[in-house]
């Protein structure tokens, strides 16, 4: 029996699709203890959009260390955390005309998402959060809370606590443009939905199934927030750092979220780090009331700073991005032409193949596995296989990454 179905049920849910015990990871590349290489296009589900020991990463991340800099500051000033915050405002936030202030809520997305819907009741009064069917958020209590999955809540019995969900773009069948029938229920007294405290929503739903809403959704949804006072938050955990082009995935729809929680490959290293980004008249929080022991993660702070001097100070790696995504998905609506209930999804570097018979999605994903490619499958039903590459991924691996996965279609779909 295998040693991890003895002692650690933990590592379950993923080992199910990707047998085998990995050992080292380069760029788009995870090698097995065996030595066998698997073509990455999984990219820790988004944190690793600079691929495995980036180089780049990996030498400032060494410096650091030789030099003993700072490692666990929880909320002290340091060189890195400044370094950080500086660089952040001169490559990020500067060039895009936005002004944030900057929280670190704790090392993961759901800590943003959590800081997120305290903040957006402290600041408003008011209780309510208006979150999207197949939205995810996290795995804490607030974050699950406006996840759409039933399966992640249901298990424990966990509810929607204070948070109305509403059809995402795609959910009902056409698409739903305008708010009209939304402003109807926030208007009338009769309709139970008075004044939500905010709207929090992913502009692509990554765990949701590769859900893309239009930038027309979005800006409509984003008027109807400022006509009735309802904070916009954008969870860019997964799709922000450039997953689908631009640095944040709401740039294409030229919206300005009130709040953004950012996580994942804001690290840049797969290190755990997270940032909640807010409207600076919105930073009502009183000193110590949403903190935490690894706030202070020096050494994500400097791979941080790197990877955003090094890829976002030019629009190289965003129109890598955009230039391969559009290569990907027109593959796949190639492929998908070919068998029969079969679509093709995404945007930039999130795309999705949509199986009429959820089983097939995990079927194509192990005969991906056993061809050396890894992906993994997202939707309600587990019915989409993700693929999800560095953004950093050479032309040649992603024509390496499309045969197999059309590969597997075909030995699964026929
Ligand atoms: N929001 C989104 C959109 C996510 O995709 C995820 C993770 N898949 C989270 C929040 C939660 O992030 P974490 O797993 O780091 O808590």
């Known amino acids: 029996m295998n040693v991890f179905e003895t002692l650690e049920s933990e590592v379950r849910s993923y080992s199910r699709s990707w047998p085998t015990v990995f050992d080292r990871a380069n760029g788009s590349w995870l090698h097995d203890e065996s030595g066998k290489p698997y073509l990455d296009f999984f990219a820790g589900a988004g944190a690793l959009n600079y691929g495995h020991n980036n180089p780049i990463l990996k030498r400032a991340l060494i410096e650091y260390i030789e030099r003993d800099g700072v490692t666990h500051s929880l909320d002290m000033g340091t060189v890195a955390k400044r370094d950080f915050l500086n660089t952040f405002k001169q490559v990020v936030l500067e060039p895009r005309g936005l002004d944030y202030k900057v929280q670190f809520p704790g090392p993961t997305g759901a800590n943003s998402v959590e800081s997120a819907l305290k903040l957006v009741r402290k600041v408003t009064g008011r209780e309510s959060v208006i979150n999207f069917t197949n939205a995810f958020h996290g795995m804490t209590l607030g974050a699950l809370s406006v996840t759409g999955n039933s399966m992640k809540r249901g298990g424990a019995g966990i509810p929607l606590v204070h948070?109305?969900?509403?059809?995402?773009?795609?959910?009902?069948?056409?698409?739903?443009?305008?708010?009209?029938?939304?402003?109807?229920?926030?208007?009338?007294?009769?309709?139970?939905?008075?004044?939500?405290?905010?709207?929090?929503?992913?502009?692509?739903?990554?765990?949701?199934?590769?859900?893309?809403?239009?930038?027309?959704?979005?800006?409509?949804?984003?008027?109807?927030?400022?006509?009735?006072?309802?904070?916009?938050?954008?969870?860019?955990?997964?799709?922000?750092?450039?997953?689908?082009?631009?640095?944040?995935?709401?740039?294409?729809?030229?919206?300005?979220?009130d709040i953004v929680c950012l996580s994942k490959s804001i690290g840049g290293y797969g290190l755990p780090m997270a940032l909640t980004l807010l409207r600076p008249e919105l930073d009502v929080w009183?000193?110590?009331?949403?903190?935490?022991?690894?706030?202070?993660?020096?050494?994500?702070?400097?791979?941080?700073?790197?990877?955003?001097?090094?890829?976002?100070?030019?629009?190289?790696?965003?129109?890598?991005?955009?230039?391969?995504?559009?290569?990907?998905?027109?593959?796949?609506?190639?492929?998908?032409?070919?068998?029969?209930?079969?679509?093709?999804?995404?945007?930039?570097?999130?795309?999705?193949?949509?199986?009429?018979?959820?089983?097939?999605?995990?079927?194509?994903c192990r005969a991906a596995f056993d061809r050396g490619l890894l992906m993994e499958t997202s939707g309600p039903e587990s019915e989409v296989a993700k693929l999800m590459p560095a953004l950093t991924i050479t032309d040649?691996?992603?024509?390496?990454?499309?045969?197999?996965?059309?590969d597997a279609v075909h030995a699964v779909c026929g």
Not at 313 to 321: A, F, V
Not at 398 to 406: E, P
Request: charged share 25%; net charge negative.
């Open 396 to 406: 040649e691996e992603v024509d390496k990454g499309l045969a197999i996965v059309t």
């Open 286 to 364: 009183e000193p110590g009331e949403h903190n935490g022991t690894f706030r202070g993660n020096n050494p994500a702070f400097i791979t941080a700073a790197a990877a955003l001097q090094e890829y976002w100070t030019s629009d190289l790696l965003e129109k890598g991005t955009l230039a391969k995504g559009e290569h990907i998905g027109r593959a796949l609506e190639s492929l998908a032409e070919t068998i029969p209930g079969l679509e093709a999804r995404g945007r930039g570097l999130a795309r999705g193949l949509a199986f009429d018979d959820a089983e097939q999605a995990g079927q194509v």
């Open 163 to 257: 948070a109305t969900p509403m059809p995402y773009d795609n959910f009902l069948d056409g698409q739903t443009p305008d708010f009209l029938w939304l402003e109807r229920l926030l208007e009338d007294s009769g309709s139970g939905l008075n004044e939500p405290a905010a709207v929090i929503v992913e502009t692509l739903q990554g765990e949701g199934g590769i859900n893309v809403a239009r930038v027309e959704w979005l800006r409509a949804l984003s008027e109807l927030c400022k006509r009735h006072g309802m904070l916009l938050i954008v969870d860019d955990v997964q799709m922000g750092c450039g997953r689908t082009g631009p640095f944040f995935s709401f740039e294409a729809a030229g919206i300005v979220p």
